[in-house]
């Protein structure tokens, strides 16, 4: 008999998106001749970069001779891009990162996951609510936490609300933490963090010995030029920060996925012994153990993305998504709703009117305008009563997605 792993079982009914999948399925199946409008899970829609598909194309061709065939690569990733991401994404920007600090891999997702296997599990986990539901989730599926409460909270992790009573910004905890999941620009709240935030959060990282593991999934939609892209723009941030970044937003890669995580040789944390370790030695070893490499069809369309024909077309996708997330922000507002967010990321966070529930609202806008949104409260407790609506999609759905708010929702 094979024991399962019990901490599966404290995991809270399913992951979001796939239970809002489920609802949407059942819907569309109750009312086959709605043309329901997903704007729920952050998807993208446009098509990948010319410059992208010729570089893949080419990669396709290689691949069909003996003489440029390529079988394994580099687990980290191949040269060519790990020196790409360092000198286009950091060094361009005055961040103290080398290739060779460079992880690629397949996502984000499986990277904020996979980072648990080389941390200790007594460490004090801490992040932000609402919070990416990865984070909470990988912890309680590796056994960092307790059962979890009626509101969604899982015993062991701190929780740090971010709220419109706060303006986003969570307070530093007040007891000490070892490691601090950050993500900025915000999914799902679409905040940002501003120089003095990020120092504050390297500060007390010194001061506590805590590890920051920095999502940046979302830092090409920054429009704001005095907000950092990478938390290695503020002075100590490599020697307190894991940072993670993907194509998938910044590309529009979902499909074709592929990722990097930054870990700089000076982050380093506690043996048992007491002894300092890098996690560069561990993520290097977990990595070259437990993955083979991205595609190098794929990782020849991620370096295209930073040639001189890729950077604009890539740059003008975004300005599509972001124009969308323009047109959502006027119209929820010209409504009443107050909305956040969507200035300087993909996702609109709203609050819900009369004080609905997210869940609630979920339901009002399938049924009453068969758009999906995506519930506040599936981020965590102090999500409830907000809800989430995507950027990323076709022009043309965004605009009938606002009429239908406009015309069929009675709010
Ligand atoms: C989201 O909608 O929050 C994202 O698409 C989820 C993800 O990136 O995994």
């Given at each position: ?27 569309a ?64 920007r ?76 969570p ?67 490599r ?39 890098d ?18 069809i ?34 929820l ?5 107050k909305?956040y967010g969507?200035?300087n ?15 609630e ?13 995506t ?7 102090a ?29």
């Amino acid at each position: 008999m094979a024991y399962i792993n019990d901490n599966y079982l404290k995991l809270k009914a399913g992951y979001l998106f796939p239970e809002i999948g489920r609802r949407y399925r059942a819907f569309a199946a109750a009312n086959p001749s709605a043309k329901i409008i997903r704007c729920g899970i952050g998807d993208v829609t446009e098509p990948l970069a010319p410059a992208v598909i010729t570089a893949m194309q080419k990669a396709v061709g290689e691949m069909a001779s003996r003489e440029t065939f390529k079988g394994y690569g580099d687990e980290q990733g191949c040269d060519f891009l790990r020196e790409a991401i360092a000198k286009h994404d950091y060094q361009s920007r005055g961040c103290d990162i080398a290739a060779d600090e460079v992880f690629v891999s397949d996502g984000s997702k499986c990277d904020t996951g996979n980072i648990l296997d080389i941390l200790g599990h007594n460490n004090v986990i801490a992040m932000t609510d609402p919070v990416y539901p990865v984070y909470v989730d990988t912890n309680v599926m590796a056994g960092n936490t307790g059962a979890s409460n009626d509101k969604g909270e899982y015993a062991g992790l701190v929780y740090l609300p971010t709220t419109a009573e706060n303006n986003f910004t969570p307070e530093l905890p007040t007891r000490r933490v070892d490691v601090i999941y950050l993500c900025y620009p915000n999914n799902p709240t679409g905040a940002v963090a501003t120089r003095e935030t990020l120092a504050k959060w390297i500060a007390y990282a010194k001061a506590n010995d805590t590890l920051i593991l920095y999502d940046a999934a979302y830092y090409a939609y920054i429009t704001d030029p005095a907000i950092p892209h990478s938390i290695y723009e503020l002075p100590g941030g490599r020697d307190v920060a894991i940072e993670f970044r993907s194509y998938s937003k910044t590309a529009g890669f979902t499909g074709t996925r592929c990722a990097y995580t930054v870990v700089p040789k000076s982050v380093t944390g506690k043996a048992a012994d007491g002894s300092r370790v890098d996690f560069h030695r561990l993520w290097n070893r977990r990595h070259t153990t437990k993955f083979n490499g991205v595609a190098y069809i794929v990782q020849r369309g991620a370096e295209a993305t930073y040639s001189a024909e890729g950077k604009p077309q890539v740059k003008a996708t975004i300005d599509f998504y972001m124009q969308n997330a323009a047109i959502i922000r006027k119209t929820l507002a010209e409504l009443g709703l107050k909305v956040y967010g969507g200035v300087n990321a993909p996702y609109i966070w709203l609050k819900t009117p009369n004080n609905l529930k997210s869940w609630e609202f979920f339901d009002k806008l399938l049924s009453e305008a068969h758009v999906v949104g995506t519930p506040g409260s599936g981020f965590g407790a102090a999500g409830e009563g907000y809800f989430r609506i995507s950027a990323f999609n076709s022009r043309a759905n965004v605009e009938e997605a606002m009429n239908r708010f406009r015309t069929r929702l009675k709010i």
